[in-house]
């Protein structure tokens, strides 16, 4: 795949690198959500705030940035994570969402690191760095404050008619015949990368076509115009009932089984590591972040607080609402989970010819 993705890919990649240099990075403030607005529920607000040092400023209003626009997913888990702030501690916060994930990323990477600018990001921002989009880099612009929430499972969706019914049946015909099936995908982003973890360890080769979007990759799964693509749960269940596609499997991080997943799933949604292909996971973290030098005392404090948040029902389910899998790990995890990560992606990234910048 090495060969036969280079040009199509550093295509996108070199597109990617102008737009994001010429974004405007218009930002949409959300207004600020006050502990006033939750103090109905009940004083928990108070009672957890007389503990021990959350860490988190109780009397400067929180900013926490999404990098994106407003209705995806990092911008709902952001403000489920918001409101549980808000709820629980008695925190000032208000959500801001930037156009340009860029720019919401550099825009705490330069904040002041006394807590009051923080984002939630995903392996966009490695990405970004490894492949020379963004300048910002994940591993010394930022401080870690806790890994959260599991990206959950990318689905593995083929044309309905296609002559496979599982994972090992895609692989064994895409064998038999290199170079010659399409995989949709965006020129450069997770996706991607899930692609050329893919084509790495099995030894396929594939052709990439360009589908940016996951609608594109339905319309075009369900035309027979590309041979394999990746989509939500939801819209694969919803296209595979109606008769337009079929799941031949599910990708996630190590050791995560479908039964994570909070509704029951038939057989062929299956993780790929379920299904004998035990290296063929790809771990999507989130993390919250900081600034780069981050009082020590003060993030480990954040990160034992979020702990509360992350196990709080509400939280919980509004996070796994959006497909995620609901987690929190502390500062030991947190750093291990994002550095082996990194350390991945940096691989696909070589494997692509995509490699800038480590």
């Not at 020379?132 to 591993?139: F, H, K």
């Not at 981050?294 to 029902?313: I, Q, R």
Request: with cysteine.
């Amino acid at each position: 795949m090495k060969k036969s993705m280079y040009r199509f890919l550093m295509t996108g990649v070199m597109a990617a690198a102008v737009l994001g240099m010429t974004a405007c990075g218009s930002k949409t403030g959300t207004g600020d959500t006050t502990a006033a607005a939750t103090a109905a529920d009940g004083g928990s607000a108070d009672e957890a705030a007389s503990g021990d040092d959350i860490g988190f400023p109780k009397k400067e209003t929180i900013t926490l940035v999404v990098p994106g626009k407003a209705g995806g997913g990092s911008d709902l888990g952001i403000r489920y994570y918001s409101e549980g702030l808000n709820r629980i501690y008695g925190l000032k916060t208000t959500v801001t969402n930037y156009d340009s994930n860029t720019i919401g990323h550099q825009t705490v990477s330069t904040a002041k690191p006394d807590g009051t600018t923080l984002t939630v990001a995903t392996s966009a921002l490695n990405i970004q760095y490894i492949t020379g989009n963004a300048e910002v880099n994940p591993m010394k612009d930022f401080t870690l404050i806790a890994c959260l929430q599991d990206n959950g499972f990318s689905t593995l969706a083929v044309p309905a008619d296609a002559p496979y019914d599982d994972f090992a049946g895609f692989v064994e015909y895409a064998k038999a015949h290199p170079g010659e099936l399409n995989a949709g995908m965006p020129a450069a982003g997770a996706n991607t990368f899930l692609f050329g973890m893919l084509t790495s360890t099995t030894g396929i080769e594939l052709n990439s076509v360009e589908c940016a979007s996951e609608s594109d990759r339905l319309t075009n799964l369900a035309g027979g115009f590309i041979d394999i693509g990746v989509v939500g749960v939801g819209n694969a269940q919803e296209y595979e009932k109606a008769g337009k596609l079929k799941v031949i499997g599910t990708v996630s991080s190590d050791g995560t089984t479908i039964s994570k997943y909070p509704e029951a799933l038939p057989d062929n949604y299956k993780t790929l590591q379920e299904q004998g292909f035990d290296d063929c996971v790809m771990s999507i973290y989130h993390y919250l972040l900081g600034p780069a030098g981050m009082d020590e005392t003060m993030v480990a404090n954040m990160n034992a607080a979020m702990k509360a948040v992350c196990e709080d029902e509400t939280v919980s389910a509004g996070i796994a609402g959006i497909g995620n899998i609901p987690g929190w790990h502390d500062l030991a995890e947190s750093k291990e989970i994002h550095d082996e990560e990194y350390a991945q992606f940096a691989e696909i990234a070589k494997e692509l010819d995509m490699f800038v910048q480590e």
